[in-house]
Nanobody, 128 residues
Framework: QVQLVESGGGSVQAGGSLRLSCAVS????????MAWFRQAPGKGREGVAT???????GYADSVKGRFTISKDNAKNTLYLQMNSLSPEDSGMYYC??????????????????????WGQGTQVSVSS
């Protein structure tokens, strides 16, 4: 049984930082594609960052230069380092994974339909 468990969310002031973690079980770490998505109240789910099985990363334009996605294969854990946070970054952040990558480019993998497994989410709130 595949499980994705996010942690690290919280409340910060604008300009602050948070580091999200997603612990994965039941899915091989070396072959999977993983991503972070977020959803603000009243809005659709947005792809934030993705990391392919070969380590290639991709980011939404809104977070480039501020967020960094990484993966520790030994721990089978995905991370999202978020710096220079703004209120627009607030929302529920979800970890997503798929056994294999169904697209060859990182930017293409920022679409939720590419992922079969999802975590329950962790809330991020940024105040101005």
């Amino acid at each position: 049984q595949v499980q994705l468990v996010e942690s690290g969310g919280g409340s910060v002031q604008a300009g602050g930082s948070l580091r999200l973690s997603c612990a994965v079980s039941g899915l091989p770490s070396s072959s999977n594609c993983m991503a972070w998505f977020r959803q603000a109240p009243g809005k659709g789910r947005e792809g934030v960052a993705t990391i392919l099985s070969d380590g290639t990363t991709g980011y939404a334009d809104s977070v480039k230069g501020r967020f960094t996605i990484s993966k520790d294969n030994a721990k089978n854990t995905l991370y999202l380092q978020m710096n220079s946070l703004s209120p627009e970054d607030s929302g529920m952040y979800y970890c997503a994974a798929n056994d294999g990558c169904s697209a060859t480019s990182a930017s293409s993998m920022l679409v939720s339909s590419h992922y079969f497994y999802w975590g329950q989410g962790t809330q991020v709130s940024v105040s101005s």
